[in-house]
T-cell receptor, first 116, second 115 residues
Framework: AQKITQTQPGMFVQEKEAVTLDCTYDTSDPSYGLFWYKQPSSGEMIFLIYQGSYDQQNATEGRYSLNFQKARKSANLVISASQLGDSAMYFCAMRVDNTNAGKSTFGDGTTLTVKP | EAGVAQSPRYKIIEKRQSVAFWCNPI?????LYWYQQILGQGPKLLIQ????????DSQLPKDRFSAERLKGVDSTLKIQPAKLEDSAVYLCASSYQGGFFEGYTFGSGTRLTVV
């Protein structure tokens, strides 16, 4: 069974600073994908970034980057130059089983608050 | 492109009543997912469709929950009878083919309160 652990229930960051949200995962499958989603207070989850288990380089999407450490089974999200609009819940997710339409397993999330 | 549409946005019902949620995925997306998100937790998969076939419903409480995706487009999730513990946000998501590298597009969800 797959498991995602997000150990930080809440995080605070000053506007314009960088912040790292932690995510560790557990799977015995060698082929998997790791995802981060943002859920603002409006409720709609927004896909941010993806990292494949065989990718050699860390994924980046604008101000988002994923610090992938395969040996440690961690996939931390780094948000650079935080903005007030980044205040939201952030979920790490993992998907295995690429032989079928694979489902994603989600962590319990981290609430990020950006202070002005 | 239009996003994933869900309705209603909010629903309050009494326990033992029935309720239905509707989802229309992004046009052309073959894979559709229903997730249950209890307050303070991450989403938990209830059921996954590939076109109009069920791929995974292992976590769907089949004694009270049912779902269908007729014609492989929109989908309906039903609860009958509802229990207090069903209070949650029900999220619908879709992806193009369900490949393990594809991120999901989510709808805004339906917030269900059972009293």
């Amino acid at each position: 069974a797959q498991k995602i652990t997000q150990t930080q229930p809440g995080m605070f960051v000053q506007e314009k600073e960088a912040v790292t949200l932690d995510c560790t995962y557990d799977t015995s499958d060698p082929s998997y994908g790791l995802f981060w989603y943002k859920q603002p207070s409006s409720g709609e989850m927004i896909f941010l970034i993806y990292q494949g288990s065989y990718d050699q380089q860390n994924a980046t999407e604008g101000r988002y980057s994923l610090n992938f450490q395969k040996a440690r089974k961690s996939a931390n999200l780094v948000i650079s130059a935080s903005q007030l609009g980044d205040s939201a819940m952030y979920f790490c997710a993992m998907r295995v089983d690429n032989t079928n339409a694979g489902k994603s397993t989600f962590g319990d999330g981290t609430t990020l608050t950006v202070k002005p | 492109e239009a996003g994933v549409a869900q309705s209603p946005r909010y629903k309050i019902i009494e326990k033992r009543q029935s309720v239905a949620f509707w989802c229309n995925p992004i046009s052309g997306h073959a894979t559709l997912y229903w997730y249950q998100q209890i307050l303070g937790q991450g989403p938990k998969l209830l059921i996954q469709f590939q076109n109009n076939g069920v791929v995974d419903d292992s976590q769907l409480p089949k004694d009270r929950f049912s779902a269908e995706r007729l014609k492989g487009v929109d989908s309906t999730l039903k609860i009958q009878p509802a229990k207090l513990e069903d209070s949650a946000v029900y999220l619908c998501a879709s992806s193009y083919q369900g490949g393990f590298f594809e991120g999901y597009t989510f709808g805004s969800g339906t917030r269900l309160t059972v009293v």
